[in-house]
């Protein structure tokens, strides 16, 4: 079964610290990886991708997120955390020349001043 | 700017209601997707259309039925409405396969 899987509920780090919020993935084949922002009583915005290539792929707002094949991870990353950060933050996995996406279940990201 | 809109933020409806939820997008996308967010769940794929009238189950499509006529709309409506359908739903749309997808801002859907 195809999945992807954000194993923190909450992570909380201090305004101007780096953020790592987690995702691994069990998508077959060359798989395509989202990262999508949610705040409160709001839609999913997109942040970044990844579909081949470099595997560091750089987004929106100063955020990047690092593939990497061997360990199945798809982590997304900010050098420098800001409190605006503070939302939800799902992982997606896309299976090669579907339609389906697969959604992590969420990790809420808390920056505290 | 792709745009996805949901015709309602918020709705009260009474249990055994039918329910429409609208959603347009403005970018000629061919694929467009409800899902239900609830806390600790996630997000799961109610339906999807990958063109008009054109239609795919996802993982929890009981008691809901879809309708795309026009390659724009999407509408996800509920046959009896339950009270354990209260939930946020998104609408989704993206413009061909492996793209991303871009999402209306939810509609609060509260079953009474």
């Known amino acids: 079964a195809q999945s992807v899987a954000q194993p923190e509920d909450q992570v909380n780090v201090a305004e101007g610290n780096p953020l790592t919020v987690k995702c691994t993935y069990s998508?077959?084949?060359?798989?395509?990886l989202f990262w999508y922002v949610q705040y409160p009583n709001r839609g999913l915005q997109f942040l970044l991708k990844?579909?081949?290539?470099?595997?560091l792929v750089k987004g929106s707002y100063g955020f990047e997120a690092e593939f990497n094949k061997s360990q199945t991870s798809f982590h997304l990353k900010k050098p420098s955390a800001l409190v605006s950060d503070s939302a939800l933050y799902f992982c997606a996995g896309l299976k090669y020349n579907f339609n389906k996406f697969y959604f992590g279940s969420g990790t809420k990201l808390n920056v505290k001043p | 700017d792709v745009k996805v809109t949901q015709s309602s933020r918020y709705l009260v409806k009474r249990t055994g209601e039918k329910v429409f939820l609208e959603c347009v997008q403005d970018?000629?996308?061919?694929?467009m997707f409800w899902y239900r967010q609830d806390p600790g769940l996630g997000l799961r794929l109610i339906y999807f259309s990958y063109d008009v009238k054109m239609k795919e189950k996802g993982d929890i499509p009981e008691g809901y039925s879809v309708s795309r006529e026009k390659k724009e709309r999407f509408s996800l409506i509920l046959e009896s409405a339950s009270t354990n359908q209260t939930s946020m739903y998104l609408c989704?749309?993206?413009?061909?396969?492996?793209?991303?997808?871009?999402f209306g801002q939810g509609t609060r859907l509260t079953v009474v």
């Open positions: 989704a749309s993206s413009f061909r396969q492996g793209a991303e997808a871009f």
């Open positions: 970018m000629d996308h061919e694929n």
């Open positions: 990844y579909i081949t290539g470099d595997n």
């Open positions: 998508v077959s084949g060359n798989p395509y």
